[in-house]
Structure formats: structure tokens, C-alpha cells
């Protein structure tokens, strides 16, 4: 069965860092554009950043730009990871990995459980 799975949610402080990584299993992350998103209390689900799986390229939203790292295993490809710095009380989410892929008629899409990351002093 495909499936995502996050870890690396915790409680920091404002100022602090974290990595969140997702492991994909059942599938690999190769030919998949990868994302992640985050959902805080009350909010809509929103795309923080991802990477296209046609030409490499990475996206951030301005919430997290410059503040945020999305990148992949090289070699196994079935890792992601979101480096989190400067972490601020508004980045209080639960966060979902993400991967998609599109092939003529077919999508293949499937989302991780999330993993909570709480910023308070």
C-alpha cells in the first residue's frame, strides 16, 4: 500500500529550528512533483513549497520564503525533507507531505498524515 509518512514535529521556541522529513513507501518519489503543505487551527490547507518533477525547481510561498528548505534524496528518492529555521509563533501547523503525479489519463496522488509543529514561547 503507497504511503507517506512525516516525522520531526515538535514544540521550539520562536527563533528555533526543525527538519521535518517524510518517507514514502510502496512507491518511489522519483517521477513525483513533492510538496508540503501545512493547515493551522481555523485555516485552510496551504502549499508552503514544493518541487516540480519537470524541471527541479522550487517554489515558496512568502510565508516561509528564505526561512524554508524543501529538498529530496538523491539517490533512493523516496525522502523528503523541510528545513525549518527561524521558526515563528505563526508557523503553529500541522504539516502534510505531498506527492503527485500525472501521467497522460492517470493521477497518482497521496498525502502524509501530518506531523504537528507548535512554535511558543
Known amino acids: 500500500q503507497p504511503q507517506l509518512v512525516e516525522s520531526g514535529g515538535d514544540l521550539v521556541q520562536p527563533g528555533e529550528s526543525l527538519r521535518l522529513s517524510c518517507v514514502a513507501s510502496?512507491?518511489?518519489?522519483?517521477?513525483?512533483?513533492i510538496a508540503w503543505f501545512r493547515q493551522a487551527p481555523g485555516k485552510e490547507r496551504e502549499r508552503i513549497s514544493c518541487?516540480?518533477?519537470?524541471?527541479?525547481?522550487?517554489?515558496y510561498s512568502d510565508s516561509v520564503k528564505g526561512r524554508f528548505i524543501i529538498s529530496q534524496e538523491d539517490n533512493a528518492r523516496n525522502k523528503m525533507y523541510l528545513q525549518m529555521n527561524g521558526l515563528k509563533v505563526e508557523d503553529t501547523a500541522v504539516y502534510y507531505c505531498?506527492?503527485?503525479?500525472?501521467?497522460?489519463?492517470?493521477?497518482?496522488?497521496?498525502w502524509g498524515y501530518g506531523t504537528q509543529v507548535t512554535v511558543s514561547s
Open positions: 505531498h506527492a503527485l503525479l500525472t501521467d497522460y489519463a492517470d493521477k497518482y496522488e497521496y
Open positions: 510502496g512507491f518511489s518519489l522519483r517521477y513525483y512533483a
Open positions: 518541487i516540480s518533477n519537470t524541471d527541479g525547481s522550487s517554489f
